[in-house]
């Protein structure tokens, strides 16, 4: 059994929000520098470069590249042999709250869904814990947006609509979003479970690393061939029209039901921020 | 390259066409979804705005808190859309210019030709870069909502381009349509 102090949780958080906020990560820059010189359109190819030259001032000078810093999602994968001398959830929103207050970082959470009310430091965070073999607690932060997270859903699909119905679901839903969401994006498609795990499983594929490849072929397969489809729809970077329309499709799988074919789309905006830490 | 100074006036409205980038120059105000309601409100209680929009300018965004020195934080533009149900009675009071991102529904576009306006796009989450184009920023109302107060700001040419102009231009339709090579099915 190992002792783990709140403390160093909380600081932890706080840590890795900032550094999300504000360092969007060479990984994806370079990402983003490929996109421009395959970019066909010329409006296109000047966003692209307006938003490489805004993470760059970000990253140099320490200040978030987007205005909405989002609502924080905190994934925490648990080691079994951990021990914690108190509230976990609470450490969490207090690297949160200082961060948000301290960092000079946008509140934009509410108090209550109906009654609004700005809860003025950013918490709650959205909270997902796992437990783990070890002894070890792994934190992946996200500030997630409100621009993109608006334009994803969860649609219960039937068995019979098979691949074709979720490749057609997720051409419409990219399509109809425009420059909502803020494109290039990445999508993140959570497929089986349920209601909830397909939505889950969505999320948790936007916080794979943008150059990865999919262990499994079936969906490795179906990612390439959205990437494409995706890009052929000419929505573009920010919806001005272009080729760039999604930089990465991340998907993940699970056993569901003989019923059902739950899928669930998750979209994350050209500000893909994630970091995690191992404590 | 196109200049305008606020309050901008009938006759450089009249003169934009989608695909241009306006660079603006003057006072704007900021407004999003909360600052909107209240706004709508006061109209519907009968009562009179506490700015004057005539000729004006409301950006969409939401900034972050400014860093000490800075005149503002990020300041990128959010989805317009959000503020379609709430653009129409600000129009009619003389509101002429609003920039955001993304596009909006056929029922805002109608109302904002009717009333000779213009729509422009800033490039969304490119908040750093855009604050550099802000000099002054102070809030004018509703101080509590924040993020969401409305803030006047001073700014030096500020980029966005015509989105939706008065003569029905409308530069997403056209763009999108020169890149797209999958149609989507019914």
Redesign the interface.
């Known amino acids: 059994m190992r002792n783990v102090d709140l403390g160093l949780i909380t600081k932890t958080v706080k840590d890795l929000a900032l550094d999300a906020n504000c360092e969007i990560g060479k990984s994806f820059l370079d990402v983003l520098r490929e996109a421009i010189k395959k970019e066909k359109s010329e409006i296109g190819k000047n966003v692209l470069e307006q938003i490489v030259e805004n993470d760059e001032i970000a990253s140099a000078s320490r200040e978030p590249m987007c205005q909405d810093t989002g609502m924080v999602v905190v994934f925490l994968e648990i080691g079994y042999d951990v021990h914690l001398n108190g509230d976990i959830y609470d450490a969490v929103n207090e690297g949160v709250r200082q961060a948000y207050i301290e960092g000079l970082l946008r509140k934009s959470v509410t108090k209550h869904p109906i009654t609004r009310g700005n809860s003025n430091d950013n918490t709650p965070a959205v909270i997902h814990t796992k437990l783990v073999p070890g002894d070890q607690i792994k934190i992946t932060l996200a500030p997630k947006g409100g621009g993109s997270e608006n334009m994803s859903l969860v649609k219960m699909l039937i068995p019979s609509d098979g691949v074709p119905g979720i490749k057609k679901l997720v051409l419409h839903t990219i399509f109809y979003a425009g420059g909502k969401p803020c494109p290039p994006l990445v999508v993140g498609i959570g497929i089986g479970g349920n209601l909830e795990k397909s939505a889950m499983i969505a999320k948790e594929a936007l916080m794979r690393d943008i150059h990865d490849i999919n262990p499994d072929p079936v969906l490795e397969k179906l990612e390439r061939e959205l990437l494409d489809e995706i890009n052929e729809l000419g929505v573009g970077p920010m919806g001005f029209g272009g080729s760039t329309t999604a930089l990465a499709v991340k998907i993940a799988a699970y056993p569901c039901h003989i019923a059902s074919l739950p899928v669930a789309i998750n979209i994350q905006c050209h500000a893909s921020r994630h970091k995690t830490s191992i404590i | 390259m196109i200049r305008l100074h606020t309050p901008v006036k009938d006759s450089d409205i009249k003169k934009l066409k989608a ?1 241009d980038i306006v660079y603006f120059n003057g006072t704007i105000f900021t407004g999003r979804d ?1 600052a909107h309601q209240r706004l709508v409100n006061t109209l519907d209680k009968g009562e009179k705005l506490p700015i004057d929009f005539h000729g004006q300018v409301i950006y969409y ?7 000490p020195g800075r005149p503002i ?4 533009p ?2 317009s ?1 959000r503020m379609d149900a709430y653009s129409t009675p600000l129009m009619k009071e003389g509101l002429k210019v609003m920039i955001g ?3 909006r529904g056929a029922e805002f576009i109608h109302d904002m030709i009717q009333e000779k306006g213009v729509y422009l ?1 800033a ?10 184009k802000v000099k002054k920023s102070e809030v004018v109302l509703y101080p509590d ?4 107060a409305i803030y006047k700001l001073e700014v030096e040419d500020f980029p966005a ?1 015509v989105t939706y102009d008065m003569h029905g231009g409308n ?2 339709v ?9 149609q ?2 019914d």
């Open positions: 695909g909360a965004t939401g900034p972050t808190p400014a860093k934080g990020s300041c990128g959010t989805s859309y991102k993304g596009d796009q490039v969304g989450g490119a908040g750093a870069l855009l604050s550099r909502l924040g993020a969401e381009i530069l997403i056209d763009e999108v349509k020169k890149y797209q090579t999958k989507l099915e």
